[in-house]
DNA sequence: GTCTATATTGTGATAGAC
DNA sequence: GTCTATCACAATATAGAC
């Protein structure tokens, strides 16, 4: 009860994100996460009854953030251009806020591929709809038409893998600094955008 | 000895990069690669003092055939278009025979990245003078000027993403049917040459 | 609800027989 | 060199006091 100030379903919740989100879910442990929440580790199993549970409140988290704001710009009724340089800036921007979410999807779907299937049938999205939605538009647009699938993993990969291979890129491109890094991501938002609409461009 | 027919140590690393490229470090336990491996956990002990001695053994291999392809082809002498489609082809044939290592790469060099500076002080690789080479090909070619680094990352994400994001994307966009992502990689070879080069064209 | 204590299993690693 | 047996410890999870 108490006021709603602190209960401890939410103070576990966002140590488990901290420590998950970091970790993976096999790099972490109930009492690194415990420790985090400043309680015990009978705690969390008390309000969550195992460790699975309590991760996939956090993946599940995680991945609504990353699938549905791409699905809801594609489908808005803006131009095609404003459609690119919108979802483009708009990623990127949430992904500089939440830069390690994006590595820990993708790690955790591949230790369990499967749970991808519930996800993707709850989400509501038709992969099939927004492919045929791109090559109306671009068909329309004046522009050079190639495969809707190629373009839209283009246009995931250009926002999301600077962020997955950060630390890659970071140490081996800019020698580890990472004021250059974040230089280079603000930069980004319009690069990737141009790049884009003149990779399309007739 | 014996006649180099199956040695120790090369069904133990044979192991071990099968478990560790796909469960990752700490998703890996010696167990794991010994029953992989046909053998007792004691052995591979014996072989390789400890697990963090076997599993770099695997990284460093692992990181090594990515990294050194990309400099050879952009240092070499051929033209900046010849390079971009070389680069994209060889690179994505590769990981298609490879398809989990960049994921495996990105999550590890994320866990520890003090790594990173061992590896890219002793491969002699030098982001800058890359970068520099590129700037120069821009202006001789004909070719839209825009930030060296902004491009190289742009080539590797349109080549790497779709491997580290594959669960995703075979799974959200081809609704799990394999033989179609195959398809869709094969084609990529040339539609992500394509793409760049358009991208950079005046 | 929140703690301590503990059961249970799995891990990396080593000792020692052969 | 290769095995069995075992240690020391960390993990998830639960029981039970308060």
Redesign the pocket.
């Known amino acids: 009860m108490s006021t709603t100030g602190k209960e401890?379903e939410a103070v576990i919740l966002e140590a488990a994100r901290k420590v998950f989100i970091i970790n993976g879910y096999e790099g972490?442990?109930?009492?690194m996460i415990a420790d985090e929440a400043g309680?015990?580790?009978?705690?969390l199993?008390?309000y969550f009854?195992?460790?699975?549970r309590l991760f996939e409140a956090i993946f599940i988290e995680a991945f609504g953030k990353m699938a549905p704001r791409l699905h809801q710009i594609i489908v808005s009724d803006r131009s095609f251009e404003e459609k690119i340089r919108g979802f483009v800036d708009e990623y990127i921007s949430t992904l500089i806020e939440i830069p390690e979410i994006p590595l820990f999807i993708m790690h955790e779907l591949r230790r369990n591929p499967e749970r991808i299937i519930k996800l993707v049938s709850s989400s509501g999205i038709d992969p099939r709809k927004v492919a045929g939605l791109i090559k109306e538009e671009m068909k329309q647009g004046g522009i050079r038409e190639i495969d809707p699938y190629q373009l839209l993993i283009n246009l995931l990969s250009l926002c999301i893998f600077p962020f997955a291979a950060r630390p890659i890129i970071e140490g081996f491109i800019f020698e580890g600094d990472a004021r250059r890094f974040d230089a280079f991501l603000q930069q980004r938002k319009k690069e990737v955008a141009d790049f884009i609409l003149n990779a399309i461009k007739k």
């Open positions: 401890p972490s442990s109930m009492q309680m015990n580790k009978a705690l199993h008390y009854r195992n460790k699975d």
